[in-house]
Structures are given as C-alpha cells and as structure tokens.
C-alpha cells in the first residue's frame, strides 16, 4: 500500500509540474526597469522644463515682436512646451514613444483656403 501512495504522490507532484505556467517576467526586472526610469526622470524632467520655460518666454517674446502675432507665438509654445514631461518604463522599453517636442499643426495652404466670395462695389 505504500508504494501505491508514493506512485500516486509522484505523478501528482510531475502532473503539477508539467502544467505549471511559464515563467513571466519577474520582480527583478520590473525592479530594473523602474530604477532606470527612475535615474532617467533624474536628468530628463529638469532638462525638459527648462526647454518647456525658455520656450514659454521665447513665445511672448515672438508675440511682442511680431505685434501680436498668435500664430508664431503658439508654433514657438507647441513645439516647446508641449511632448513628453515624464518618462515611463514602457516608453524606455519602445512600447510608446518619448516626444520632447511638441508639433504643431501644420498651417492651411492657399489651396486649402476657400475662396472669398466677391461682393459687388455700391452697395447690395
């Protein structure tokens, strides 16, 4: 009879075995990527709003400039201040991508303006 428990209990504990899960990724490399996102953030956050401020007051200067042309302060306040303030494991792992500039959009050409309608000189 012992033997019949000992042969049951070995194919149980190989059956177990056979179809546990695969290995996934572990504690250790979450723990790897986060201290690398971690010691990115470090020099990236800073220099990111440093570029995001001097573009912030480069645009008011262009809107000075320009007597208040809002379209070149806001191509310089796009490209500058918006695109990515904080960096995360998947993007250090190329799952979403990094922009540490903004783009912006792109303006409407003569082709894609409509027409001005003509109005008739004197009146109606």
Same mark, same amino acid.
């Given at each position: ?28 490399? !979450? ?14 956050? +800073? ?21 208040? !042309? ?25 799952? !979403? ?6 783009? +912006?959009? +792109? ?7 409509? +027409? ?9």
């Amino acid at each position: 009879m012992k033997g019949w428990k000992g042969a049951a209990a070995i194919a149980a504990f190989s059956a177990s075995l056979i179809a546990a899960p695969p290995a996934q990724a572990g504690f250790l490399e !979450d723990a790897g990527w986060g201290t690398l996102t971690v010691l990115t953030n470090i020099v990236y956050m +800073p220099a990111k709003i440093i570029y995001a401020t001097a573009g912030g007051l480069t645009g008011a200067l262009a809107l000075g400039l320009t007597a208040g !042309d809002m379209k070149t302060a806001e191509t310089v306040w796009v490209t500058t201040m918006a695109g990515t303030y904080v960096v995360t494991p998947g993007m250090l792992q190329g799952q !979403d991508p990094i922009a540490f500039t903004g783009t +912006p959009a +792109p303006a409407a050409t003569a082709a894609e303006t409509p +027409p001005v309608e003509e109005q008739p000189l004197g009146g109606s």
